[in-house]
C-alpha cells in the first residue's frame, strides 16, 4: 500500500510534468523526519501526521517554483542533475539537522502490538497503515475521477498544449501536480516511519521501487500505479518467503520486461 | 610522439615525476613522522560511524601527546564512503601520496577485506575490528590482524549465559544476516547450543540491508518459539528489532542480538522496544577495567555520552599498535608487525593476547541484558553486563592455516 | 595541433606534479569513461543511464581472467573493450527502439539486473566484498607498479582514446548522430536507420566504457561491486553534464571537477555531498553547458568589454 502512495506521487510528477523525480526518496525521508520533530513539538502523533505532508508538499512548491520552472523544456539530463543534486542536498541536510544517527519512532499507544488474526499474527499498526493507505488511495482516485482539479489533471498528461489553450494556468497545474505528489511521498515516509525507523538513507531504496511502480503502470498511468504499487508489494513479499536474495532483483526483471514489451505499462491504454 | 621510444615516454614521465616529488612537500610524511590512517565512514551506510570511530582513534592518540617512541604521530583520516572502491582507492592514495603506513579500521566487513588486500600488497600494517572471520581466517596473511572476539567466542558466551538465565527457553529461532559471517554465527550457535539440548525451529535468512521484515516475523511468531536470536549487524538488527516489537512479539518473546554495536544500535530503539532484550557486543562502557573506566571518563567528559562499540574498537585498536611499537621499539611495519604477534596484556577490555598464528585477538566479549524503562538511570543506561566469556575459537575450525610471510 | 589540444597534453605532463598520481590516474580513466557516454548523451541525445554496465562487466570479466589465466595487459585492454562493446550492444539493442523517460528507465532497470547478477555471483565477483587481488602485469617487459608508470600507461591511453574520440566526432558517421540528436525524425526521413546508428553509438560508447574498467581495476587491483552500480552510472553523466555535454573536452574537464572536488573535499569536510548538491543545482539553474560553456561566456565577455 505504501509502494502504492509513493507510486501514485511518483506517477502524477512523471505525467504531469514530464520530469524523472530523483528527490522522491529524500523527501519520502523528510516525511518521516518531519513527523517525528513535529510529535516532539506537539506530543500528538495524528496532528504530527496530518502536518509533516503538508511540511514536505510546502518543500514541494519551493523545488517547483525555484528549481523545476525553469527546466520544462531542458531535457530529462538536467533535470535528472537537478534532482539528484536536490536529493543529495536533502539528505546531506538531513544529516545536518538531525544526525546520521537513526531515530525510533514508536506507533501512538493504541496501535502497539499486534492482532492475532487466526492464521498469523499482525501488527496492528499495519493494519492501521494498510487502511489509511486504502483511504488516501481512494482519495486520490476520488480526486482524480471526479473533480475538476482531477480532471484538469489528468489532461494535462494527456495533452498540455489544449490544457493551457483553454485558458488553465499551466504553470499552477504543475505547481499543484507536484505538491500533491510530494505530500504523497510525505505521508508515505510518516507513515513508515514507525515501522521501519528513520535514517538519512531510507528514501534510497522507496526511490526504486517507486520508479518500477511508474514503469509498470505505464507513465502518467495514474490508476495502474495503484495496482502496480500493490503487486509490487505483494509480488516482494512472496518472493522474499521463497528466494529473499532475489526479492529486489525480481522486480527490476519484471520492470525490464515490461518496459521491453509493454512500454505502455500493464495497465496502459495508449 | 612517434620520435620517441616508449623508453623515451617513462622517463619523461619520470622526469614530470622527479619534478613533483619536492612539490607538496607538505603532503609528505617526515622521517621523524609516523604516519597513522583512520580510515571511516563519513557518508554511506555506515556515515553514522565514522564521526565516532574518528574521536575514539584520536583520543588513543592525544593520551600519548601524539608522540610514539620519539616520533611524532600524524593521524590522517579519510572517508571509505562504506564502499569497497572508495576505501581501497583512498587508501592507496593515502599510502602513496602522504606515506600512511598504519591503517586501523574500516568499519563494514566486506570493505575491511578489500583494504586488507590494499595492506597485503602494499605492505602497510592494518588493524580491523568487525564481523568477519576471514581477517584471521580464510584470507588471513601478516599485515592485517582482527581486533573483535572471534563469532566463536560470541556464540559461547551468548548461548552459555542466556541458558544458563533461562534454562527452560529450549526452542530458537533464528534470523540470520545473509553473507558469510553470519553464517559461521549460525554454524557456531547450533554447535553451542547442541550441548544445551536447543532445538532449531527456524533459521531464516535475510539480504543484507533488508529493510521489511514483516515476512521473516511472520514466519517465526508461526514457529512458536522462546527465543528469537538475529545475527545480524547495525541497521538490520535495529530494523528487525523494531518489526519483532511491533507483531508484539517482544516482550513476551526474549530477543538476543548476538553480535551488537551496543550503545550505537540501543539508541536506535525507543526503551519499550528494548525490553526483554539480551545483548552480545565486544564492547560496553560499564566494563569493568581500569583502562575502560579511564577511557569511559574521558570519552563522557568529551563528549558528554559513553562510548559504543565503535569508539571503544577504534580506541582499543590504536593502543595496541602504540604497545606493538613500545615493544618493537620502532616503527617500522615489519617490526610491529612481528612485536604485535604473541603481544599478551591487560588492555580495555580485559586481558588481551594477540595470536601470532592466526593475527586474532583473543578476548572477552560481553553479554548484556536490557534495562525495563523505569530501571534506568539514565537515558543512556540501557543495559547491565551479565557475563563476559572468552573461548577462544577451537583449533579444529581455525581457517587460517598459513598466515604467510612478511 | 590546436590549442585545446596543447593545453590537454600539457595538463597530462603536469597533472601528476600537482595531483596525487592515484587521484590523477583516476581522473583520465574516469574521463576515457566519459568520453563514451559523451557520445551517446551528448552527441546521440541518448542519456543512458546505465553505463557503468559496461564499465564492470568488462572489470570483472577482465579482473577474472588476469587474476586466473594471467593474461597479459595487451590482451587485457583488447578483451576489455571487446566486453564492454558486446555488453553495450545486448543492452543497446533492447534499449534503443525507446525514447525519452522509457529510455533511460530501461538502462536503468538493466544496469539494476547487471548489478544484481555481480551481487548474487559470489564464486566470481566476490558479491558484496568485490573481487580483490587483480594484478597489474607487466606492460611490453615494463613493470609498471610504480603510481607514476601507471598513470604514463592511463594516461597515453586517454590521449589516444580523445584522439579517436575527435576522428569519431567529426566522422561522417559522428555528423549523422549529432543529426539524430537535434531531429531524430528529419535523420529518419534523410534515410538513415535511426536505430542502427543509436546501436553503434551504444557500441563505440560501451567500449569506451570497457576500457575505463579494465584500467579501474589494474589501478585498485580490485572490482568493488559499486564498479557495476547504477551510482557510478549516475557520476558519469553527473561529472559529464558539469563538464558540458556534447562537447569533446566536456567530459574532460568534467571528470577531473568531479573526482579532484570530491578527493580534496571529502578529506576537508565530511558532508562533502552537499557541496555536490549545491554544484549540480548551481550548474543546472545558472550553467547549462557546464564549464565548458562558462569558459564560452567568458570568452565572450571579454571579447565584448575589450
Given amino acids: 500500500m505504501l509502494y502504492a502512495l509513493m507510486g501514485i506521487g511518483l506517477s502524477i510528477i512523471t505525467g504531469v510534468l514530464n520530469i524523472p523525480n530523483f528527490a522522491h526518496g529524500a523527501l519520502f525521508a523528510l516525511g518521516a523526519y518531519f513527523l517525528v520533530t513535529l510529535i516532539q513539538l506537539l506530543g500528538n502523533f495524528w496532528l504530527a501526521l496530518l502536518l509533516a505532508p503538508l ?83 481512494l482519495g486520490a482516485w476520488l480526486f482524480l475521477e471526479r473533480t475538476r482539479y482531477g480532471a484538469i489533471m489528468r489532461a494535462g498528461i494527456e495533452d498540455k498544449e489544449m490544457v493551457s489553450l483553454l485558458g488553465i494556468d499551466i504553470h499552477r497545474l504543475f505547481t499543484a501536480a507536484f505538491a500533491l505528489g510530494c505530500v504523497l511521498a510525505g505521508i508515505a515516509g510518516a507513515l513508515t516511519a514507525p515501522i521501519r525507523g528513520l535514517n538519512p538513507w531510507m528514501g534510497v531504496d522507496m526511490l526504486g521501487i517507486a520508479f518500477v511502480v511508474v514503469a509498470l503502470a505505464g507513465l502518467g498511468n495514474l490508476l495502474g500505479s495503484i495496482v502496480a504499487g500493490l503487486l509490487v508489494g505483494v509480488a516482494q513479499s512472496l518472493v522474499a518467503l521463497v528466494w529473499p536474495e532475489a526479492s529486489v532483483a525480481v522486480i527490476f526483471g519484471v520492470m525490464t520486461v515490461v518496459l521491453l514489451v509493454r512500454p505502455q505499462g500493464l495497465f496502459g491504454i495508449r | 610522439m612517434s620520435g620517441l621510444s616508449r623508453r623515451d615516454v617513462v622517463k619523461l614521465g619520470s622526469a614530470a615525476a622527479a619534478f613533483g616529488i619536492g612539490f607538496p612537500t607538505v603532503l609528505r610524511a617526515q622521517p621523524k613522522e609516523v604516519v597513522m590512517l583512520g580510515l571511516w565512514s563519513f557518508t554511506g551506510a555506515f556515515s553514522d560511524v565514522g564521526p ?98 572471534s563469532p566463536y567466542t560470541a556464540a559461547k558466551t551468548v548461548v552459555d549465559t542466556f541458558m544458563q538465565a533461562n534454562p527452560k527457553a529450549k526452542r530458537w529461532h533464528l534470523l540470520v544476516a545473509d553473507y558469510a559471517f553470519g553464517w559461521s554465527v549460525e554454524k557456531y550457535i547450533k554447535e553451542v547450543g547442541k550441548g544445551h539440548g536447543i532445538e532449531f525451529v527456524g ?146 577490555v580485559g586481558r588481551m593476547r594477540v595470536d601470532a598464528k592466526t593475527h586474532q585477538t583473543l578476548r572477552p566479549y560481553f553479554f548484556m541484558r536490557c534495562k525495563k524503562k523505569d530501571a534506568m538511570k539514565g537515558p543512556m543506561d540501557f543495559a547491565d553486563i551479565i557475563a563476559t566469556g572468552s573461548t577462544p575459537l577451537p583449533a579444529e575450525y581455525a581457517a587460517c592455516k598459513d598466515i604467510g610471510s612478511l | 595541433m590546436s590549442r585545446a589540444w596543447l593545453v590537454t597534453l600539457a595538463t597530462v605532463v603536469l597533472l601528476p606534479v600537482f595531483v596525487r598520481h592515484t587521484i590523477a590516474t583516476e581522473i583520465w580513466i574516469f574521463a576515457i569513461f566519459g568520453l563514451g557516454l559523451n557520445l551517446l548523451m551528448g552527441y546521440t541525445g541518448l542519456l543512458s543511464f546505465g553505463q557503468a554496465t559496461f564499465f564492470g562487466a568488462a572489470a570483472y570479466a577482465v579482473g577474472y581472467l588476469l587474476k586466473h589465466y594471467a593474461i597479459n595487459v595487451v590482451l587485457a585492454l583488447a578483451i576489455g573493450v571487446a566486453v564492454g562493446a558486446a ?42 566484498d568485490g573481487m580483490p587481488g587483480v594484478p597489474r602485469p607487466e606492460v611490453l617487459g615494463l613493470d609498471i607498479h610504480a603510481p607514476l608508470a601507471y598513470y604514463t600507461v592511463v594516461a597515453l591511453l586517454f590521449v589516444l582514446a580523445l584522439w579517436i574520440m575527435r576522428r569519431i566526432v567529426e566522422s561522417p558517421l559522428g555528423k549523422i548522430l549529432q543529426s539524430i540528436r537535434d531531429n531524430e525524425l528529419r535523420a529518419e526521413a534523410l534515410g538513415y536507420n535511426v536505430p542502427r546508428m543509436k546501436l553503434v553509438a551504444f557500441v563505440l560508447g560501451g567500449a569506451f566504457a570497457g576500457l575505463a574498467g579494465v584500467l579501474y581495476a589494474m589501478l585498485f587491483g580490485i572490482v568493488p561491486l559499486e564498479a557495476i ?42 558532508r562533502w555531498p552537499l557541496l555536490l548538491g549545491v554544484a549540480f543545482v548551481v550548474v543546472v539553474l545558472f550553467l547549462r553547458g557546464g564549464v565548458v560553456e562558462a569558459w564560452a561566456r567568458y570568452r565572450a565577455w571579454r571579447h565584448a568589454s575589450g
Fill in chain 3, 87 to 128: 555488453s553495450a550492444a545486448l543492452v543497446g539493442y533492447l534499449c534503443v527502439q525507446r525514447s525519452g523517460l522509457y529510455f533511460i528507465m530501461l538502462t536503468f532497470a538493466l544496469n539494476q539486473m547487471f548489478y544484481f547478477t555481480a551481487y548474487q555471483w559470489t564464486t566470481v565477483t566476490g558479491g558484496e
Fill in chain 3, 229 to 270: 552500480g547504477f551510482v557510478f552510472s549516475g557520476n558519469v553523466v553527473f561529472a559529464t553534464l558539469i563538464g558540458g555535454s556534447g562537447s569533446l573536452y566536456g567530459p574532460v574537464i568534467g571528470s577531473f571537477v568531479f573526482i579532484w572536488l570530491s578527493e580534496s573535499v571529502s578529506a576537508i569536510w565530511a
Fill in chain 2, 52 to 149: 565516532v570511530l574518528d574521536r575514539g582513534m584520536k583520543l588513543a592518540l592525544e593520551e600519548r601527546g601524539m608522540k610514539v617512541q620519539s616520533k611524532t604521530i600524524k593521524y590522517i583520516t579519510r572517508d571509505d564512503e562504506t564502499k569497497a572502491g572508495s576505501a581501497t582507492r583512498r587508501a592507496e592514495e593515502a599510502v602513496d601520496s602522504d606515506g600512511a603506513k598504519f591503517i586501523i579500521g574500516p568499519w563494514s566487513s566486506g570493505v575491511a577485506l578489500a583494504v586488507s588486500e590494499v595492506a597485503k600488497r602494499k605492505k602497510v600494517f592494518h588493524y580491523f575490528s568487525g564481523g568477519t572471520e576471514d581477517i584471521s581466517g580464510a584470507r588471513c596473511h601478516r599485515y592485517s590482524f582482527q581486533w573483535a572476539a
Fill in chain 2, 203 to 348: 533459521a531464516d535468512r535475510h539480504p543484507l540491508g533488508e529493510r521489511e521484515f514483516s515476512n521473516y516475523v511472520t514466519k517465526a511468531a508461526g514457529n512458536k518459539p522462546d527465543v528469537v536470536a538475529m545475527i545480524n549487524f547495525g541497521l538490520d538488527a535495529v530494523t528487525g528489532a523494531r518489526e519483532i516489537f511491533n507483531f508484539g512479539l517482544t516482550p513476551k518473546v526474549p530477543l538476543i542480538l548476538t553480535w551488537s554495536s551496543g550503545v550505537e544500535e540501543l539508541v536506535q530503539l525507543n526503551p519499550e522496544i528494548r525490553e526483554n532484550l539480551w545483548v552480545g557486543s565486544n564492547f560496553y562502557y560499564t566494563a569493568d577495567t581500569p583502562i575502560a573506566r579511564e577511557f569511559v571518563k574521558s570519552y563522557q567528559a568529551k563528549f558528554g555520552n559513553p562510548p559504543g562499540y565503535a569508539p571503544a574498537a577504534a580506541y582499543g585498536m590504536t593502543r595496541m599498535t602504540l604497545a606493538a611499537m613500545d615493544k618493537a621499539k620502532s616503527t617500522e611495519v615489519a617490526d610491529v608487525v612481528k612485536a604485535l604477534e604473541g603481544l599478551e596484556l591487560d588492555d580495555l
Fill in chain 1, 55 to 137: 511540511g514536505v508538499g510546502v518543500i514541494g512548491i519551493v523545488i517547483e517554483y525555484g528549481g523545476i520552472r525553469p527546466l520544462y523544456r531542458a531535457g530529462h539530463d538536467y533535470q535528472l542533475l537537478l534532482t539528484f543534486g536536490l536529493s543529495l542536498i536533502v539528505t546531506e541536510g538531513i544529516i545536518i539537522v538531525w544526525s546520521p544517527v537513526g531515530m525510533s519512532q514508536l506507533p501512538p499507544p493504541i496501535l502497539r502490538g499486534g492482532v492475532d488474526l487466526g492464521i498469523t499474527i499482525y501488527p496492528r499498526y499495519r493494519l492501521f497503515v494498510m487502511a489509511a493507505a486504502a483511504l488516501l488511495v
